[in-house]
Nanobody, 118 residues
Framework: QVQLVESGGGLVQPGGALRLSCAAS????????MAWYRQAPGNQRELVAV???????NYADSVKGRFTISRDNAKNTVYLQMNSLKPEDTAVYYC????????????WGQGTQVTVSS
């Protein structure tokens, strides 16, 4: 079982930056996949960024070059650095963990609101 707690959301002006954090309740070095999703009002939840342990990272086209996902195994924390934010980035951001490449076990955080507005 993994509990995930997000933080770092808030209100930021267009062009600004935020760093989201996702603290896990157990060591993350062995977790197969960790990711960030987001969901805007009226939209489906969409994948933003994924880090596959040992296999690299991947990003949605809409955030490539602006967002960076990273892991800090010493702190059991995953980050999402978001730069050059746009109003269309406004959403609730969720942390996601899939401990193993096999099976269907997965975990979600409670979400953190990001609002990009002037």
């Amino acid at each position: 079982q993994v509990q995930l707690v997000e933080s770092g959301g808030g209100l930021v002006q267009p062009g600004g930056a935020l760093r989201l954090s996702c603290a896990a309740s157990r060591p993350i070095f062995s977790i197969y996949l960790m990711a960030w999703y987001r969901q805007a009002p009226g939209n489906q939840r969409e994948l933003v960024a994924v880090d596959t342990n040992g296999a690299g990272t991947n990003y949605a086209d809409s955030v490539k070059g602006r967002f960076t996902i990273s892991r800090d195994n010493a702190k059991n924390t995953v980050y999402l650095q978001m730069n050059s934010l746009k109003p269309e980035d406004t959403a609730v951001y969720y942390c996601y963990a899939k401990p193993s490449a096999l099976g269907y076990v997965q975990h979600w955080g409670q979400g953190t609101q990001v609002t990009v507005s002037s």
